[in-house]
T-cell receptor
Framework: KQEVTQIPAALSVPEGENLVLNCSFT??????LQWFRQDPGKGLTSLLL?????REQTSGRLNASLDKSSGRSTLYIAASQPGDSATYLC????????????FGTGTSLTVIP | AAGVIQSPRHLIKEKRETATLKCYPI?????VYWYQQGPGQDPQFLIS???????DKGSIPDRFSAQQFSDYHSELNMSSLELGDSALYFC???????????FGSGTRLTVV
């Protein structure tokens, strides 16, 4: 079974800092990887999707990279803002077994004004 | 753009009651997934449907059942509710084999 780990579990940074969130997964045979944002008690908002053949995806201040062979992905947030405060989840879809995503436990980000 | 619609948004039930959660996927999406997220937990996969047939089954209790209808909406039926069933229940849809998931806002179920 695919296991997904996110480090750190919580992160607090001052506004304006650049930061990196890490995601690692145990089985490199993946179809794609998706980063989500979740506000407290709310739904999951998709941020970036990286197909297994891709190395990175960018959207605005967000950049996600994928190193499939080492089982790692990073989410880079530039010039962080208080509105970025949320929990960030990465989810991996295996290439072979089924369609479900396996989620990490998330990184809780707080950006201090 | 249309999103995944879930209803109800909030639901309070007593132990041993039943509950039905509904999910309306994005138009033309043919695959629906159900996830359960307990407090402080990551989402856990319950079940998925592709073209109205069950495609994958995860950690869904036997007390729960689900189906996808001809219009592609899906319902999750939960019986003999237990306190531990209190959670956020997410539905997501996708176009099979392509792109990623789009999640709904979830249904918060509280069992008292």
């Amino acid at each position: 079974k695919q296991e997904v780990t996110q480090i750190p579990a919580a992160l607090s940074v001052p506004e304006g800092e650049n930061l990196v969130l890490n995601c690692s997964f145990t089985d490199s045979a993946i179809y794609n990887l998706q980063w989500f944002r979740q506000d407290p008690g709310k739904g999951l908002t998709s941020l970036l999707l990286i197909q297994s053949s891709q190395r990175e995806q960018t959207s605005g201040r967000l950049n996600a990279s994928l190193d499939k062979s080492s089982g790692r992905s990073t989410l880079y947030i530039a010039a962080s803002q208080p509105g970025d405060s949320a929990t960030y989840l990465c989810a991996v879809r295996p290439a072979v077994t089924g369609n479900q995503f396996y989620f990490g436990t998330g990184t809780s980000l707080t950006v201090i004004p | 753009a249309a999103g995944v619609i879930q209803s109800p948004r909030h639901l309070i039930k007593e132990k041993r009651e039943t509950a039905t959660l509904k999910c309306y996927p994005i138009p033309r999406h043919d695959t629906v997934y159900w996830y359960q997220q307990g407090p402080g937990q990551d989402p856990q996969f319950l079940i998925s449907f592709y073209e109205k047939m069950q495609s994958d089954k995860g950690s869904i209790p036997d007390r729960f059942s689900a189906q996808q209808f001809s219009d592609y909406h899906s319902e999750l039926n939960m019986s003999s509710l237990e306190l531990g069933d209190s959670a956020l229940y997410f539905c997501a849809s996708s176009l099979a084999g392509k792109r990623g998931y789009t999640f709904g806002s979830g249904t918060r179920l509280t069992v008292v």
